[in-house]
Antibody
Framework: QITLKESGPTLVKPTQTLTLTCTFSGFSLSTSGMGVGWIRQPPGKALEWLALIYWNDDKPYSPSLKSRLTITKDTSKNQVVLQMTNMDPQDTATYFC?????????????WGQGTMVTVS | QSALTQPASVSGSPGQSLTISCTGTNSDIGWYNYVSWYQQLPGKAPKYIIYEVSNRPSGVSDRFSGSKSDNTASLTISGLQAGDEADYYCCSYTRNATLVFGSGTTVTV
């Protein structure tokens, strides 16, 4: 059974860098076809895909946020870390960590519970 | 990349069918059959209900079905139930190896 859990600060100040950690279990990010990503959702708004990291270390980013994002993995710890620089109040959102299955047509098949981050 | 276009809201009566459209471009929806749909119940994380345009994962009701024509994907919910009230999002893999979500649709029964 795959599970993912997000951790990080609930409150950050404008211009600071946000660091979120996703700790997962039930799969290895060194296994072919596996990926872990981040998706966010501002209060009352739509989902927005941010970044992915694959088993082979490919790292696609959202074109609109690419300059501010860095995603890394620590396979030995089963963790993925997302950093977002220069935080703004408009970045206030719930941030979800997700498992991506390439064998399901690049579908986000398992989601973490999400962590709410407020920028103020 | 711009968000895929979905109607903001759709409604139907119990037992009826309704369809949610998701319009993109030939660089995302029209590029390949990597379209997925997600259901988000109030206060919950989203859950995938359709993958690769029209496939249902085990455990998802066969009242949910997906299709695609050119640059538009669709999700149909038949035999509407009160428990189907939720927000629904489409998502597509793109030609640039990125992903893009739809703008979301609120379903009211």
């Amino acid at each position: 059974q795959i599970t993912l859990k997000e951790s990080g600060p609930t409150l950050v100040k404008p211009t600071q860098t946000l660091t979120l950690t996703c700790t997962f279990s039930g799969f290895s990010l060194s296994t072919s076809g596996m990926g872990v990503g981040w998706i966010r959702q501002p209060p009352g708004k739509a989902l927005e895909w941010l970044a992915l990291i694959y088993w082979n270390d490919d790292k696609p980013y959202s074109p609109s946020l690419k300059s501010r994002l860095t995603i890394t993995k620590d396979t030995s710890k089963n963790q993925v870390v997302l950093q977002m620089t220069n935080m703004d109040p408009q970045d206030t959102a719930t941030y979800f960590c997700v498992h991506l299955a390439k064998y399901l047509g690049n579908t986000f098949d398992v989601w973490g519970q999400g962590t709410m981050v407020t920028v103020s | 990349q711009s968000a895929l276009t979905q109607p903001a809201s759709v409604s139907g009566s119990p037992g009826q069918s309704l369809t949610i459209s998701c319009t993109g471009t030939n660089s995302d929806i029209g590029w390949y059959n990597y379209v997925s749909w997600y259901q988000q119940l109030p206060g919950k994380a989203p859950k995938y209900i359709i993958y690769e345009v029209s496939n249902r994962p085990s455990g998802v009701s066969d009242r949910f079905s997906g299709s695609k024509s050119d640059n538009t994907a669709s999700l149909t919910i038949s035999g509407l139930q009160a428990g189907d009230e939720a927000d629904y999002y489409c998502c597509s893999y793109t030609r640039n190896a990125t992903l893009v979500f739809g703008s979301g649709t609120t379903v009211t029964v």
